[in-house]
């Protein structure tokens, strides 16, 4: 089964990401910012990291709280620990990726299992409807392997992270916002189609080569938000040199944001409650319920 586009999105506008330092001083390229979550609701979030000079990451991301939404990790090199207070734990290697619903709270860690070498991924958060904020946390680790993948005649390489491509299913499905993450990996000259459902947000982040859809070229470390035409069911990617990029979409929630640091509602007056909740202890406790 193959993807068809007669209709294709094109790019709305293209995006540099922003150089920021997070957890205990990881470099990272924050591709996604707060003033994006509005037009590419439902994602909050999407950090890019990647180097092979360890002081840029070796410090990891040591304990912190989550409240309201939901962390996907894709690691394409590298090893990192994860820890959380719901008693899960697993290591994050080569092509895994993790998913962690973070719900009514949940504290981790996700520190480094590496002293040099190269590190590299992606970090998404996809916000959680209103209704499903204060559920049971949730964790599943997916080896490199375990991520369904194919390969088109073009020689496209596909890995579905979550939602479905030319009828594979991805690792993951959730409803509501119903997300599609995949890993296209392009020779020079390829193209690939992937539908999308004409009311989700979308956006692809090219991280090796070029790639063009229509008329605008994506380079390297360039985001393309694609446009909401009405009527269009996908987009058509061409790789101009080999390359590799990955695709996002999902169906937006429509609903009040409201964030502070690490926790994601809908009102003030719930964020007040998260950080009341984490100062008394509880937020952890609430996690391991």
């Known amino acids: 089964m193959t993807d068809q586009v007669k209709n294709q999105r094109s790019v709305e506008r293209i995006i540099q990401g922003q150089a920021v330092m997070d957890g205990a001083g990881v470099k990272i390229n924050r591709v996604l910012t707060q003033t994006l979550q509005r037009r590419l609701d439902p994602f909050?979030?999407?950090d890019n990291f990647g180097s092979d000079q360890a002081n840029d990451y070796i410090a990891g991301f040591p304990s912190h709280p989550h409240r309201g939404f939901e962390t996907v990790t894709y690691m394409l090199e590298g090893r990192m620990r994860h820890?959380?207070?719901s008693g899960n734990e697993g290591l994050l290697t080569n092509g895994g990726v993790q998913w962690m619903t973070a719900g009514r709270g949940v504290i981790h860690s996700e520190m480094p299992e590496q002293e040099d070498g190269v590190m590299e991924g992606f970090q998404l958060w996809?916000?959680?409807p209103a209704k499903d904020k204060m559920r049971a946390p949730w964790y599943r680790d997916f080896n490199g392997d375990e991520v369904p993948a194919f390969s088109t005649a073009d020689g496209v390489k596909v890995k579905v992270i979550a939602g479905s491509s030319h009828g594979v299913a991805g690792a993951v499905q959730r409803e509501v916002t119903e997300p599609i993450y995949i890993d296209v990996d392009l020779?020079?000259?390829a193209t690939f189609?992937?539908?999308l459902p004409e009311g989700h947000n979308a956006f692809i982040f090219?991280?090796?080569g070029a790639v063009e859809v229509g008329d605008k070229a994506v380079g390297t470390g360039r985001m393309a938000i694609l446009a909401n035409t009405a009527g269009a069911d996908g987009v058509t990617i061409r790789a101009t040199e080999a390359s590799r990029l990955i695709l996002i979409a999902g169906q937006p929630l429509n609903?009040?944001?409201a964030q502070y640091?690490?926790?994601?509602?809908n009102t003030q007056a719930e964020i007040f409650a998260a950080v009341e909740d984490f100062r008394a202890g509880k937020l952890g406790e609430e996690a391991q319920a």
């Open 44 to 46: 909050l979030m999407l």
């Open 83 to 85: 820890k959380d207070s």
């Open 126 to 128: 996809l916000n959680l």
């Open 187 to 189: 020779p020079a000259g």
């Open 193 to 195: 189609s992937q539908s």
């Open 206 to 208: 090219t991280y090796r």
């Open 255 to 257: 609903e009040p944001i």
């Open 261 to 265: 640091g690490p926790f994601v509602m």
